[in-house]
Each structure stands twice: as structure tokens, then as C-alpha cells.
């Protein structure tokens, strides 16, 4: 059992930065690879990021590449997310989710990888 909690979401202006961090607990953090999800008012929650077991091996989507950095701290069992230049479509609550794998370098952009879920944080992006 893994249990995630994101935060560091808000209210922030085009052009800006935020930082989202998901702190993880229970089972062996080094065993997932963890993924970010979104989901936007009346649309269905998609894939924007995810980092491998080992932190060797980050994905991203074609709408956040280049402006979105994955990255994973084992001391405090935390994923980040930085985001930079946000946009207005950037708005979404951010899901960080978990996927157990023996692959230590796979990483997942399906979301039925990934057995655990955070609670969400909301981002949003003024224009």
C-alpha cells in the first residue's frame, strides 16, 4: 500500500511557475515509477509527465515538453513537478499516481499502470 499526497498547487499568471510535489509513504518508494496526470473541468484525466524507478528515464507530453521538469528525491520519498511558462490550458487538477514495475527504467503513460492515486492538487493559470 502506498499513500500520496500532492501539494503545492494555486492560482498563478500566464507565463509563471509552480511546483508540485507529491510526498509517498508506506511501501518502498524506490519500487514505483510515478507518473502526473490532469484532469481539466469536462474532459478526461491525461497523462503529463512520468519518471522511472530509477529517476534515469522521464516522459512527458507533447503539450508540456520543454516547460515541465519530473524529477524524484528517495531521502524524502517525494516527486516534483516543476512547471514553467504556464498557459491557461495548463489548468487541471494534478494527480500524481504510482505503478509498481520491475522494469527500473520503464516508465508508464497509461493510466491502468498505475495502482495508486493522489487526491489531487489544482493549478490554476490566469490569462
Known amino acids: 500500500q502506498v499513500q500520496l499526497a500532492e501539494s503545492g498547487g494555486g492560482l498563478v499568471q500566464a507565463g509563471g511557475s509552480l511546483r508540485l510535489s507529491c510526498a509517498a509513504s508506506?511501501?518502498?518508494?524506490?519500487?514505483?515509477?510515478m507518473g502526473w496526470f490532469r484532469q481539466a473541468p469536462g474532459k478526461d484525466r491525461e497523462f503529463v509527465s512520468a519518471?522511472?524507478?530509477?529517476?534515469?528515464?522521464?516522459d512527458y507530453a507533447d503539450s508540456v515538453k520543454g516547460r515541465f521538469t519530473v524529477s524524484r528525491d528517495y531521502a524524502k520519498n517525494t516527486v516534483h513537478l516543476q512547471m514553467s511558462s504556464l498557459k491557461p490550458e495548463d489548468t487541471a487538477v494534478y494527480y500524481c499516481?504510482?505503478?509498481?514495475?520491475?522494469?527500473?527504467?520503464?516508465?508508464?503513460?497509461?493510466?491502468?499502470?498505475?495502482?495508486?492515486w493522489g487526491q489531487g492538487t489544482q493549478v490554476t493559470v490566469s490569462s
Open positions: 508506506g511501501r518502498s518508494f524506490s519500487w514505483y515509477a
Open positions: 499516481a504510482a505503478a509498481g514495475s520491475l522494469n527500473s527504467s520503464a516508465t508508464y503513460f497509461e493510466r491502468d499502470k498505475y495502482t495508486y
Open positions: 519518471i522511472s524507478r530509477t529517476g534515469l528515464t522521464t
